[in-house]
């Protein structure tokens, strides 16, 4: 049986019991928490091993489990470190990976929301530039609607300014102004244009 639990309720408590028992956040790196993440995974994988070979012992998936809920906390905590808000990151993966093999099955508060679909009450929806708070750069360009909730709690899922995913609630989300616009373009050029860099080829059937 569940407990309800989030990926607010887990950042909050994982970051607090983080600086509270270990250490602050960043007093590790981000190749730090990295690394801490590997091994977690790697211990997981060496448990599969002996389950395939047949000598794990009685308590294999138990371990198992206990290691996969290591990656966990260690994947949020890298999360945290750098600034990622990992439930956006995941709805945004998960449903970017949905269109591209034309699957109708998509994450988020709303069942079947997808991107393309308005917030409640039709204010924002997918593709559209919005402001999320303070700063030159506090914009998202939108990518999924939770629908789930009208109004001022529709909550957005996108790519910040920057490039890193981002969520917001659409009371704290405004319509952007030229020079917003325009800070947008200078980060975020058209494909081959502005940068130099070339689009990075994407592997067939990777997720």
Known sequence: MGNGLTFAALRKTNVARCEKAFHALTAWSAQDWACALAGEVGKACNIVKKMRRGDAGPDARR???????????????????EGIDLEAAVIA???EVSRRRN????????????AGEGAGDGSFTAGQIVRTGEGPTALMRIEHVSSRHGGPLARYYGQHCLGHIVGAYHNNCSRPNA?????????????????????AKRGKGKA
């Open 93 to 95: 993966k998960f449903n």
């Open 63 to 81: 371990d198992l489990g206990s290691e996969l809920a290591d990656t966990i906390i260690y994947a949020d905590l890298l999360a945290a470190r």
């Open 179 to 199: 020079e917003d616009m325009e800070t947008w373009r200078r980060h975020n050029p058209p494909e081959g244009k502005g940068t130099g860099k070339k689009k």
């Open 103 to 114: 699957c109708d099955i998509f994450l988020g508060e709303g069942e079947g929301a997808g």
